[in-house]
């Protein structure tokens, strides 16, 4: 959660929770008597610090999955890569996967470091229009593992959003870990006092994929945040040779598609499997770039389209109820947790 100090003891209902300071919990909890007192309730100042961040930033997507291996790292790599097509625009990719930091690689900028000037951490660059932010770009070895409890994940989220000097950026596309958990609960109330355009949800056609993604869109009705739509992704394989598609993942229940018709939320399409993909993937390239006339290019352009035209009718409205809405279930915040 992103209200629990980091020193506080296992079960603690949360700084912002009605019972904060006063259940069993509590007991010998150093944050005790503030808790008590209420004052613990008062807005994190670092909130309004990142409203003011963000005021360069036009467009904010977040990408998420409910399980994970469906490829939500490898779509927000190429959503990035597929805006940036657009000389015209300036893309950031702030990627918030603690624990399993693959988009440095992807990005072909593995092993770069972060520098900080008198404006915050700069970000590194992939293209003049790109840049990209990452833990991995934090760790001494590639092979480091991050193991934190949620404060401290929180912490570095809540620095990326407020330290790093995107600059003037018309697109920031998040990758978070898979999910509805602390990193979640945590982009969302950093970021609840500027709009956000919408969460991007990435699953596979079988249905065991599916069931978490309901999830998924479940958390982003709880906290009201928009749905720009579903993507498909390893929906059926295209042999790169004779072009015929066979399903490697059946979908059983219908797939992606129909689950969007079922619960009325747009599907923007879907990505077929090509070994291309992951091979581009692991050398640090844009696939778009490298192969832009295969199936699964021509699916990702599309969705590009899909998702921008999504972003550039966003209606100040919507923020507005978003807004309205995180200030009541930050007074009950039992409710996101159910």
């Known amino acids: 959660m992103a209200d629990v100090p980091s020193n506080a003891p296992a079960h603690c209902p949360g700084t912002a929770s009605e019972d904060a300071g006063k259940v069993s919990a509590c007991q010998g909890c150093p944050n005790q008597a503030l808790c008590a007192s209420g004052a613990s309730k008062a807005p994190d100042p670092a909130i309004q610090e990142i409203k003011e961040k963000m005021m360069s930033v036009k467009h904010k997507i977040l990408v998420l999955s409910g399980k994970g291996g469906v490829g939500k790292s490898t779509v927000s790599a190429h959503l990035a890569h597929g805006i940036a097509s657009d000389d015209t625009k300036q893309v950031a990719l702030l990627d918030v996967d603690i624990c399993g930091p693959s988009i440095p690689k992807m990005m072909g900028v593995e092993g770069e470091q972060v520098h900080q000037s008198g404006s915050g951490w700069s ?148 990505v077929p499997l090509d070994p291309r993909i992951g091979k581009s993937c692991d050398e640090g390239k844009s696939f778009l770039s490298e192969i832009p006339d295969s199936s699964a290019s021509v699916a990702y352009k599309d969705i590009v389209k899909r998702a921008l035209c999504f972003a550039c009718s966003f209606s100040p409205w919507l923020f507005i109820i978003f807004i309205y809405t995180l200030r009541v279930n930050s007074s009950s915040p039992q409710k996101i947790r159910s």
């Open 123 to 270: 970000p590194v660059y992939v293209e003049e229009n790109l840049g990209v932010m990452s833990v991995g770009f934090l760790l001494s070895s590639l092979d480091d593992a991050i193991i934190w409890r949620g404060p401290k994940k929180n912490g570095l989220i809540k620095q990326f959003l407020r330290d790093v000097d995107w600059g003037e950026v018309d697109y920031l596309i998040v990758d978070t870990p898979p999910g509805t958990s602390d990193e979640h609960l945590s982009i969302v109330q950093y970021l609840s006092a500027t709009p956000v355009d919408g969460a991007v949800i990435i699953t596979t056609p079988q249905e065991v994929s599916l069931q978490d993604v309901r999830k998924e869109i479940n958390f982003c009705q709880k906290v009201k945040l928009p749905i720009i739509g579903v993507i498909e992704n390893m929906s059926g394989f295209v042999c790169p040779k004779c072009q015929h598609e066979s399903q490697i993942f059946p979908p059983t229940t219908g797939g992606a598609m129909k689950m969007c018709k079922d619960l009325n939320i747009p599907f923007l399409g879907k």
